[in-house]
C-alpha cells in the first residue's frame, strides 16, 4: 500500500463500523487489506483456526483500503468484519481498523499469507503478561528461501534498524517486521499520525519514547502467496522510513551536526585570528578563516533548526513532552533571544567601526587584506548571528503560542 507520510487520523472514520456484535473480546485479529483477495481467505481461516483452537474470545477484522477485487466479500463470507477506510496507506488501514477494534488486545499482520495467523500464542502471551507492544523477530524465527529480497534482508532491514536503535535506543532487533501485537490501552497512548508504510516506525519509535514495555517473539516469514507484485516497493519505501527516522530525530539531523560545525568553525577561527598558521608545509589564512566563520553560521542554524523541530513536534503531538522540551521552552524566551543577538549585533557593528576607523587612519586608501579581514571577517559573522537570532527568537515565540484545539 501506499499512503501520504501524515494526515489528519481524527478525520475520516471508517464507513462500515461496529456492527452488532458482542463485546467483551479479548484479541481482535487485524489484517490491512488492498486486493488480496488470492490470500485473504488462508489468512482468515487460520486466524479463526487459532482462535477456535485456544478458546480465546475474539474477532478477525479486515482493514480494507479500497480493494476492487472481491476482497470485502471474502471476509464477510468467512465471518470477518470489514472496516472500510477511505484514507489510503498501509498505516492507515491499522490505525482505523484499531480504532473499530473490540478486543483488550491486537495482533496485526499483512494479509499476503507470509506471517502464519494460527501461531500466535507467543504474541497473545507476552500481552497477556503486560507488555504493552510485541514485535515479531524474522531474524529470530527464521525467513524462509523466497521470503525476502536480499537488498531487504541484508540491507534495508539492518540498517533501518541499526538507525533506530541508534537515535531511539529501541529494543527492537527488527523494526519493520509485519507481525506485531499491542494492548488498546498503548495505541491510544501512542497517538499515531502517519498513513504510510512509515506508520510501523512511528509505531516502535512512540513507544520507546513513551517508556512502554516493548518485547521481541520469534516469528516465520514465509515467502506471500500472491501472483501480484506486492505493494511494498523497497527503495522508495526504506527512503520514507528512514527520512522519518530523521525527521523525528532532529538532535541527530540538526543539533548534533550543527553543533560540530559550529563548534570546529570557533576553534579554527580563534587559531587563525593571530595570523597565518602553517601546517606541514600549507599556510592556512584569511580565507581559511572566511570558511570557518560560514561553518559557524550553518552549525547556528543546524541548532536553531533542531530547537524549532523538537517544539513543533511537541506541540504537535508527533513525539512526547519531556522534561529536557520544557526545559528547552522555558529557557529559550522571547526576550533573552533579543538580548542576546542584541549583543551580537552590538559587538559586529564595533568591529565594523574599528575596521573603519583603521581604514581612515590610512585616509582610506590601500590596507592589508590580511589584517583588515580578521576583523571584519568575525565583526559580520557577529552581526549575521544576532540578526538570525533575534528573528529566530521570534519565530520560536509564534511556535510557543498556546493554542485553542
Not at 534482508?153 to 534498524?161: A, D, E, F, K, M
Not at 494492548?183 to 516502535?204: C, D
Request: glycine share 12%; net charge neutral.
Amino acid at each position: 500500500m501506499s499512503g501520504s507520510t501524515a494526515t489528519d487520523l481524527s478525520a475520516a472514520p471508517a464507513e462500515e463500523s461496529r456492527s452488532a456484535m458482542p463485546s467483551g473480546f479479548e484479541l481482535t485479529i487485524l489484517m490491512p487489506c488492498l486486493n488480496e483477495a488470492e490470500t485473504l481467505e488462508v489468512c482468515i481461516r487460520k486466524a479463526l483456526g487459532f482462535l477456535e483452537k485456544h478458546n480465546v474470545v475474539g474477532e478477525v477484522i479486515i482493514g480494507d483500503n479500497g480493494s476492487t477485487d472481491g476482497s470485502q466479500e471474502i471476509a464477510r463470507r468467512l465471518g470477518a468484519r470489514v472496516v472500510p477506510v477511505s484514507v489510503r496507506g498501509y498505516g492507515a488501514a491499522i490505525y482505523y481498523g484499531s480504532l473499530d477494534a473490540r478486543g483488550k488486545y491486537v495482533i496485526v499482520g499483512d494479509s499476503d499469507d507470509s506471517y502464519d495467523f494460527s501461531d500466535l500464542m507467543p504474541f497473545l502471551n507476552a500481552l497477556r503478561g503486560g507488555c504493552d507492544l510485541v514485535m515479531g523477530n524474522r531474524f529470530q524465527g527464521g525467513v524462509k528461501p523466497g521470503a525476502m529480497p536480499w537488498k531487504n534482508r541484508y540491507i534495508g532491514n539492518p540498517i533501518l534498524t541499526w538507525i533506530g536503535r541508534l537515535l531511539f535506543h529501541c529494543p527492537s532487533s527488527d523494526f519493520h517486521c509485519g507481525l506485531r501485537g499491542y494492548s488498546m490501552n498503548a495505541f491510544r497512548k501512542m497517538e499515531l499520525q502517519t498513513t504510510g508504510m512509515e506508520f510501523a516506525s512511528e509505531m516502535v519509535i512512540k513507544s520507546t519514547l513513551l517508556g512502554l514495555n516493548i518485547v521481541e517473539v520469534p516469528t516465520t516469514l514465509s515467502p506471500d502467496g500472491r501472483t501480484r507484485a506486492p505493494h511494498l516497493r523497497p527503495w522508495r519505501d526504506g527512503w520514507r522510513h528512514l527520512r522519518f527516522m530523521l525527521i523525528y530525530s532532529p538532535r541527530w539531523l540538526f543539533f548534533y551536526p550543527g553543533m560540530a560545525l559550529m563548534l570546529i568553525g570557533l576553534i579554527v577561527g580563534a587559531w587563525l585570528l593571530p595570523g597565518p598558521r602553517t601546517v606541514a608545509g600549507v599556510t592556512f589564512d584569511i580565507h581559511t578563516l572566511f570558511y570557518a566563520s560560514l561553518a559557524v553560521l550553518i552549525g547556528f542554524q543546524g541548532v536553531m533548526f533542531a530547537v524549532f523541530s523538537k517544539t513543533f513536534a511537541v506541540n504537535e503531538g508527533l513525539v512526547p513532552r519531556t522534561v529536557n522540551s520544557e526545559r528547552v521552552e522555558q529557557g529559550c524566551s522571547l526576550e533573552l533571544g533579543l538580548i542576546a543577538g542584541g549583543a551580537l549585533v552590538l559587538l559586529g557593528i564595533a568591529g565594523s567601526i574599528w575596521g573603519v576607523t583603521s581604514w581612515a587612519r590610512d585616509d582610506f586608501g590601500r590596507v592589508d587584506p590580511s589584517d583588515m579581514l580578521r576583523v571584519v571577517i568575525p565583526a559580520g559573522m557577529s552581526l549575521a548571528l544576532g540578526a538570525q537570532l533575534m528573528l529566530q527568537s521570534f519565530f520560536f515565540s509564534v511556535l510557543q503560542l498556546k493554542r485553542r484545539r
